[in-house]
Structures are given as C-alpha cells and as structure tokens.
C-alpha cells in the first residue's frame, strides 16, 4: 500500500475554501485515492473516493492530477463545524487492508 | 437503517485481564475491519473479515484476536492486557466485498488499562 503524506495541521476561517493536498508518491496502478473525515471521540466519516481527474460530491471535491502522485481535498466555504482531522487514503480494490496515515487537523476558526 | 454499534462504550481493566468487544455492522454488510487508535499511534488496522473468514491482520501480537459470526457480528479479544493497549477502538462494516469500498464506522469503545 502507498504510503502517504499530508500537512500536519491547517488554519482557515469561516467561509474561505480550504485546499488539503496529499502526496502518495508510489500510487499503484489500480489503487483508488480516499478521503475520511474524524470528529474528537467518533469514528471517521467517509468524505470522497477518486481514481483520476475531478470527483465532486454534495460537501467536497477531490482533484487529482494525471501522474496520480498527489491529489487535492477541496473544501468550499467551510464553517465551524469543518474542524475535524482529515485523511487521506490510498487504497486497493481487492486488497484487504488499509492505512491511515496521521491525517490533517484542520481549524477553522470565526 | 441503524449504523454500526459496538458494545460496551467505555471499559476499564487491568493489567492482565482479558477484554471482549463487540461490533454489530449495518445491516446487509459483509465486511468487517478493526482500527485501533491512540495519540501516539494513530489509527491502525487491526484485522478484517468478510464471510466469517479473517483476510488480513495488521501487526499486532498474538494476543490480540477476533472472530466473525454468520450473521456478519464481530467480536475482538485482547487477552493479558497492557497498559499500551489503552486506546479507542473502532469497528467499520462495508457493504461491499472488498475493503476499499466505503468504510461505515461505529463511535468505537473506549479501553482504559490500569
């Protein structure tokens, strides 16, 4: 499974969009780039799934480039309830296990 | 349609006593993995089943087990507890057969070692 990196923390304010980029240099060919969302004390929470170019859904997007090694988390006019860590995933169809990496706390403040 | 339940919420032990934990999944799901997560470590995997079968095992000891009954209920055990395996521990159920298709998680149980 690739192994991947993202900032450790990240400040925004109510209402700005928050970008949350994560490198997976060694992403296999068949392997899907996921996203997962954590409140203190809950489980986390699926966000989004994408294998290449643009996937959007109702509460975020997700950008990934051609070469695949890197994908962005795209947040839009978060509020305060957003401040949550945030993982990201890269993840194997047909594999059985999967890793979390330390994740992004993200705070967004008023 | 209710989601993931594990029992009990919070639980204290002891050094050397063994703990049971149980995960009940969303209905209709077949697939089920254990995460443990601590500030130090993080969230990690644990094991996973699917059809009463474990198909994979993180890198954990020996002492810690589970199982997966035919009506898709999970339980883990850790036996001779440490004071380490203080952490919460969730349980995730997936509708489809294979892990990376979304993960369902429960809050998780709370285990406190002393």
């Known amino acids: 499974l690739a192994k991947t990196t993202q900032p450790i923390s990240m400040d925004s304010y109510e209402g700005q969009e928050v970008n949350i980029t994560c490198s997976h240099n060694n992403i296999a060919t068949n392997d899907y780039i996921t996203w997962y969302q954590q409140f203190p004390s809950q489980g986390p929470r699926f966000i989004i799934q994408g294998y290449k170019t643009k996937v959007t859904n109702e509460v975020a997007s997700l950008f990934i480039p051609a070469d695949r090694k890197s994908s962005t988390l795209s947040l839009p006019r978060v509020s305060l309830s957003d401040t949550a860590v945030y993982y990201c995933l890269v993840v194997m169809p047909g594999g059985f296990k999967t890793i979390f990496g330390a994740g992004t706390r993200l705070f967004v403040k008023a | 349609k209710a989601g993931v339940t594990q029992t009990p919420r919070y639980l204290i032990k002891t050094r050397g006593q063994q703990v049971t934990l149980s995960c009940s999944p969303i209905s209709g799901h077949r697939s089920v993995s254990w995460y443990q997560q601590t500030p130090g470590q993080g969230l990690q995997f644990l094991f996973e089943?699917?059809?009463?079968?474990?198909?994979n095992k993180g890198n954990f000891p020996g002492r810690f087990s589970g199982r997966q009954f035919s009506n898709s209920r999970s339980e883990m055990n850790v036996s001779t507890l440490e004071l380490g395996d203080s952490a919460l521990y969730l349980c995730?159920?997936?509708?489809?057969?294979?892990?990376?298709?979304?993960?369902?998680f429960g809050p998780g149980t709370r285990l406190t070692v002393l």
């Open positions: 089943y699917f059809s009463e079968t474990q198909r």
């Open positions: 995730a159920s997936s509708l489809g057969q294979w892990i990376y298709n979304e993960q369902f």
